[in-house]
């Protein structure tokens, strides 16, 4: 895709009625990659995430806990606000919550222009409902009677009059957006997905809930007894972090943004936003970035309801975030599936961060230190980055990337091996000193294509450079 000057990226906002798991950290750390990626470039960015905290599943948590719903959120928005930092992303990240009265009185005008565009009517209706997912669901949603991302949870069978949003009306709109868009929705087999499901026809969805069975929520406007459906709030958070309506300005150098979500946001997200988006009157959104799911025991859906999630905190604690960042970009696929677990975590870490790349820029800059009168690698310029990162990186492909990386690394590793410069320099002192500076060279090549992924570790590795020394330990093995 073209590079523009201004990029807008985003994730979903997790729903904050447990502490956040390891996809949550997933989400956050790939956009963050991607905003850092584009800052290397010279790009402006602004980069979005932040907590969904309406909702039924919200609501429960906090009678559970003999909670006023605003103190639970506000409790367990902190958690998700301290990973932004925890994780090393950028600091001037935008974190938004949906109860936020800004983000509130957006959502209230964003209804009106449905409202204004015939798209939004009252209806009574039957469907089954799933909490877990806040979704209704179909027959054909369901595996042995109970939905397949919170197995073992009652589906509820509601009967209610609510407000729908003409979702049917979109159809042919969003046919033409996934013909004309091929790479809107990344990977291509969930393009395909989304495009098969559209093209089956769609159906009015609901967007309200009756304030008497469900009070946590935003007011819809001009109707006291109802409030918004909790995935019409939040989906508004990408146009209410922009100030629209009120900063055209702002809004007009922004949007489209980059969405990152799961795949049990796909609908959602490809499909449900932009049918409101075109709605509202604004161009849809500029890509779709799907993540597959973390499994975790047993090869399932790392959930809060299933209890096998794996927490960061904990990765964070023994390991650190920059580890943490190097298993989510290298080790875990960028739109499959992939299971985690420890024991993995570990190998991982010491084969290819304290045995890989913390031995090899210990061993090349202890070389260039004890042989080198100053580094080869000054300077203000940078290296150009070699049109494979590049390609994966515009293609969201961030394993590719980063394999990019320890390949380059591990070139260099041979090379040292093959050469031994640490030898030779006695016997061939000049031919020596220029195969280390070469690899000096090489790995400052290499450390700028890292920093979008392990930040501090590139930090740490730039400045040994500059000072032509063996830094400390990057990694230490566990």
């Given at each position: 895709m073209s590079e523009p000057?201004?990029?807008y990226i985003t994730t979903t906002l997790p729903y904050v009625n447990a502490r956040p798991h390891l996809g949550h950290a997933l989400e956050m750390v790939r956009a963050d990659i991607i905003a850092r990626y584009h800052l290397l470039l010279g790009d402006e960015v602004f980069f979005n995430t932040g907590t969904d905290e309406h909702g039924q599943k919200i609501y429960e948590k906090a009678l559970e806990e003999g909670l006023d719903p605003q103190d639970y959120v506000d409790k367990r928005a902190e958690s998700f606000k301290d990973l932004v930092s925890d994780l090393g992303m950028l600091p001037d990240v935008n974190f938004v919550r949906t109860t936020n009265s800004e983000h509130q009185a957006v959502a209230q005008k964003f209804w009106r222009r449905c409202a204004e565009a015939g798209d939004i009517y009252k209806a009574k209706y039957k469907v089954l409902y799933c909490v877990g997912c806040e979704l209704?669901?179909?027959?054909?949603?369901l595996?042995?009677?109970?939905?397949?991302?919170?197995p073992g949870r009652a589906l509820e069978k509601r009967e209610e009059e609510n407000y729908f949003f003409r979702f049917s009306r979109y159809q042919q709109a969003l046919q033409e957006l996934y013909s004309n868009r091929p790479d809107f929705v990344i990977p291509d087999f969930r393009h395909k997905e989304i495009a098969s499901f559209v093209s089956r026809g769609l159906e009015d969805f609901s967007i309200s809930r009756l304030k008497s069975k469900m009070s946590w929520g935003v007011p819809v406007p001009d109707d006291p007894e109802h409030v918004m459906y909790v995935w019409f709030d939040a989906l508004v958070n990408y146009v209410s972090v922009l100030n629209w309506p009120e900063d055209?300005?702002?809004f007009d150098n922004w949007w489209p943004p980059v969405q990152y979500a799961g795949k049990d946001n796909l609908r959602q997200q490809s499909a449900m936003?932009?049918?409101?988006?075109?709605s509202a009157g604004l161009e849809p959104s500029r890509q779709i970035v799907i993540n597959g799911f973390v499994l975790g025991e047993g090869g399932q859906k790392m959930s809060k309801t299933?209890?096998?999630?794996?927490?960061?905190?904990?990765l964070i604690e023994q390991y650190g975030s920059e580890a943490l960042r190097y298993y989510i970009a290298r080790e875990l696929h960028p739109f499959e599936d992939s299971g985690v677990s420890e024991e993995k975590f570990r190998e991982t870490y010491n084969a290819n961060l304290a045995n890989g790349i913390g031995n090899l820029v210990s061993r090349i800059m202890k070389m260039s230190q004890d042989h080198l009168e100053q580094t080869p690698a000054g300077g203000d310029s940078e290296p150009e980055l070699p049109?494979?990162?590049h390609q994966a990186m515009n293609k969201f492909n961030i394993q590719q990337a980063a394999d990019l990386v320890w390949e380059k690394m591990s070139e260099m590793d041979n090379r040292i091996q093959a050469e031994q410069p640490f030898k030779t320099v006695k016997t061939e002192p000049q031919r020596a000193r220029r195969v280390i500076a070469e690899l000096v060279q090489n790995l400052k090549a290499v450390t700028v294509m890292l920093r979008p992924i392990m930040p501090s570790t590139a930090d740490s590795i730039e400045q040994a450079i500059k000072d032509n020394r063996k830094p400390q330990p990057l990694f230490a093995r566990k």
């Open positions: 000057s201004r990029f209704e669901k179909s027959r054909s949603d595996v042995n009677g109970e939905c397949p991302d919170h055209r300005e702002m936003w932009q049918a409101m988006l075109l299933l209890g096998n999630v794996v927490d960061p905190y904990d049109d494979e990162y």
